[in-house]
C-alpha cells in the first residue's frame, strides 16, 4: 500500500511540473500522468513504474528537440549579425566579432516569442579585470528603460485613485514645490504631463556620482543645489505644448510617489511593482545594496577602458537607477502584452495598460515608453544611456514578440545588430532594418571638393576635411567620423543609424552647400 501511495505522490508531481511546461505536447503528457495518478488499481507497480519511465522518456525527447530547435535559432541569431548600413557582397558577423570590435565586454538578450521567453542568453564578461563571466543573472544599469517601470508604478497609484493623473503635482508635492513662473504661462503641470514629457521641463538626462563622492537629496537635484551636478529643473516653456525629453521631470514623479506613499522610492517599487511582475531580480536600491558584486556587470567606456568605479550611482533612480536583466525586462513585457489584451492584470489592469501606451500630445509618446510603427506593426519602447551602459527593447502591441538587449559599454551600435538578427530569425515585422549600399571610387580632386565648413544651424557646423583617398566629417562638439562614398556626391556613414550627406554644386560646377539627411534634410550652407 506505501508503494502504491509513493508511486501516487511521484505521478503527481511529475504531472505537475509536465503541465507547467511551455511545449504543448508535454503538457499533454502531464494530462496522462494526472489520469493514471487518479486510478484506483495498482495491482502492478512494476507495471505502473515501467508507464512512468515510458512516458519521461518521452517528454524528455520531446523537451530535447524543443531545446535543439531553439539552438539551432539561437546559433542563428548569433551568427548573422548585420549594421544599419552593408556595403554590396558583404557578408553578416557574429555576436563575438561584433563584442570585438565594438569593444563590448558583457551582452545580454532575451528574446520573446507568442508571449513566453523563448531563450535568454549572456556573452562575455560582467568584470573584465577580474574575469567574472556575464550570465543572465548579471544585473545591467538599465539607465532610462527605468522609465518605463517608473511610469508602472505611477499608474498603480491613479488606478487606487491615490493620484489624479491631471491635477496640479503640487497638489502631492509636499516635500517640495514645484516653482511655477512666467515661462508657464499660467499652466498647471500634471502627472501625465510628467510621464509623457510634455511638461515643458528642462534637465534632458543625469551623469550620475562616482561611488565615495557625496550624493544630494531629491530637492537638491530638483533644484540644483551641490553637491548635485545636474542643472534646476524648471519651466521652458507653459506645459501641453509638445514633447520635450526631460529626466527632470521623471525625477519629480519620484517624489510625487514618496510624498503619496510615504515609502521609500524603491521600496515602494519593489514590493508594488518589481516583485509582482516576477522581477525579483530588480532593484532601484542605489548603489544595489543586499546584490553580490559578482552580480553587477562593472560599466565600460567606448575604447573598453572600465568606468571609474565600475559604475555610477543615480539618486535620480526614477529616471535612471533600475539595475535589472533581460530576463527579467522579459517579464515587465510579456505582463504588459497580457494586461493590454485583458488576460492578465499583476499590477495595472486593461484600462490603466491602454492608456500607458497611448501616446499623448504627439503621435509617439506615451507614458513611460514611446509608441513605433514598423511596417504597420506598433511597437513599445525605450533604449537607455548611463554611463558605461546602454540597454533597449522593443515589445510589440499584437502578438507578443519582443527583444531586450543589455551591454556594459558606452557603445550600444551592437545592440542595432543583434536586434536586426532576431527580427531576421524570428520573423519580427519592421524590426529589422538594414540597407545595402554600393561603395563608389572617388577622386581625390573631387574630395577635396568637397572638404571645408558647411554651416547647418548659427550653432552647429560640419567641417569636412581629407586624408589622402578618405573624407571625414566633424560636427561641432563632436568626434570626427569617416564619410564613405555611395556615389560621386553622395556619402555616408556606417553607424546605427542612417546618416548621409549629399554635396551640392552652383550653375559654375563649384560646391555650394551639403545636405545633411538625419532625421530628415538638413540644408548647410558653406562658408568656408
Known amino acids: 500500500m506505501n508503494n502504491i501511495k509513493r508511486t501516487t505522490q511521484v505521478l503527481f508531481l511529475l504531472a505537475g511540473k509536465a503541465l507547467h511546461a511551455q511545449d504543448k505536447k508535454i503538457r499533454q503528457i502531464g494530462s496522462l500522468l494526472t489520469s493514471l495518478a487518479k486510478g484506483h488499481e495498482f495491482k502492478q507497480i512494476a507495471l505502473v513504474r515501467s508507464?512512468?519511465?515510458?512516458?519521461?522518456?518521452?517528454a524528455a525527447s520531446l523537451h530535447a528537440d524543443a531545446q535543439t530547435v531553439d539552438s539551432a535559432k539561437i546559433k542563428e541569431v548569433e551568427e548573422n549579425l548585420t549594421a544599419a548600413i552593408r556595403l554590396e557582397g558583404e557578408g553578416s558577423w557574429t555576436i563575438s566579432q561584433r563584442m570585438a570590435y565594438?569593444?563590448?565586454?558583457?551582452?545580454?538578450?532575451?528574446v520573446i516569442q507568442d508571449y513566453k521567453m523563448v531563450w535568454a542568453k549572456a556573452y562575455g564578461w560582467a568584470d573584465d579585470s577580474l574575469k567574472v563571466p556575464a550570465t543572465i543573472k548579471t544585473l545591467f544599469q538599465a539607465a532610462s528603460i527605468s522609465k518605463s517601470l517608473n511610469s508602472v508604478g505611477v499608474l498603480k497609484l491613479v488606478q487606487d485613485k491615490k493620484i489624479d493623473l491631471y491635477g496640479d503635482i503640487n497638489n502631492y508635492l509636499t516635500s517640495w514645490k514645484f516653482p511655477y513662473d512666467s515661462l508657464s504661462k499660467g499652466k498647471k503641470i500634471s502627472m501625465i504631463n510628467l510621464l509623457s514629457h510634455t511638461a515643458g521641463l528642462t534637465v534632458h538626462g543625469f551623469d550620475g556620482?562616482?561611488?565615495?563622492?557625496?550624493?544630494?537629496?531629491?530637492e537638491e537635484i530638483l533644484d540644483g543645489k551641490k553637491p548635485a551636478n545636474s542643472d534646476p529643473v524648471r519651466s521652458m516653456y507653459a506645459p501641453g505644448l509638445k514633447s520635450?525629453?526631460?529626466?527632470?521631470?521623471?525625477?519629480?514623479?519620484?517624489l510625487i510617489v514618496t510624498d503619496v506613499t510615504h515609502e521609500d522610492y524603491g521600496h515602494y517599487m519593489y514590493d508594488h511593482v518589481l516583485k509582482p511582475l516576477g522581477m525579483t531580480s530588480s532593484t532601484?536600491?542605489?548603489?544595489?545594496?543586499?546584490?553580490?558584486?559578482?552580480?553587477l556587470a562593472t560599466g565600460y567606456r567606448p575604447d573598453g577602458t572600465e568606468v571609474k568605479g565600475k559604475y555610477h550611482i543615480?539618486?535620480?533612480?526614477a529616471p535612471a537607477g533600475l539595475w535589472t536583466t533581460p530576463t527579467d525586462l522579459a517579464k515587465y513585457m510579456i505582463e504588459t502584452q497580457l494586461a493590454l489584451e485583458g488576460r492578465s492584470h499583476k499590477v495595472l489592469d486593461q484600462q490603466s495598460t491602454k492608456l500607458r501606451l497611448t501616446p499623448y500630445i504627439d503621435k509617439g509618446t506615451a507614458l513611460g515608453v514611446f509608441i513605433e510603427d514598423h511596417d504597420g506593426t506598433k511597437y513599445f519602447t525605450h533604449s537607455g544611456a548611463n554611463e558605461g551602459f546602454r540597454s533597449n527593447y522593443f515589445g510589440s502591441l499584437t502578438g507578443g514578440n519582443g527583444v531586450i538587449v543589455m551591454v556594459n559599454s558606452d557603445n550600444g551600435e551592437i545592440m542595432n545588430e543583434v536586434i536586426n538578427s532576431v527580427a531576421r530569425v524570428y520573423g519580427f515585422k519592421g524590426l529589422y532594418h538594414s540597407r545595402t549600399l554600393t561603395h563608389a571610387t572617388v577622386a581625390d580632386s573631387v574630395l577635396e571638393n568637397y572638404t571645408g565648413e558647411y554651416q547647418l544651424t548659427p550653432n552647429f557646423s560640419l567641417t569636412f576635411t581629407r586624408e589622402g583617398n578618405h573624407l571625414y566629417g566633424q560636427g561641432t562638439g563632436q568626434p570626427k567620423l569617416e564619410f564613405f562614398p555611395e556615389s560621386q556626391s553622395r556619402f555616408y556613414i556606417r553607424a546605427g543609424a542612417i546618416i548621409e550627406a549629399e554635396f551640392m554644386r552652383d550653375g559654375n560646377g563649384r560646391v555650394?552647400?551639403?545636405?545633411?539627411?538625419?532625421?530628415?534634410?538638413?540644408?548647410?550652407?558653406?562658408?568656408?
Open 51 to 58: 508507464k512512468i519511465l515510458i512516458m519521461l522518456l518521452i
Open 284 to 295: 532601484y536600491a542605489q548603489p544595489p545594496v543586499g546584490k553580490k558584486s559578482s552580480l
Open 244 to 254: 520635450e525629453y526631460s529626466g527632470g521631470g521623471t525625477v519629480i514623479s519620484q
Open 209 to 218: 556620482y562616482s561611488p565615495g563622492e557625496p550624493l544630494p537629496t531629491i
Open 102 to 110: 565594438y569593444h563590448v565586454n558583457a551582452l545580454s538578450v532575451a
Open 512 to 528: 555650394e552647400k551639403m545636405i545633411l539627411y538625419q532625421n530628415g534634410a538638413h540644408e548647410g550652407k558653406k562658408i568656408r
Open 314 to 317: 543615480y539618486p535620480e533612480v
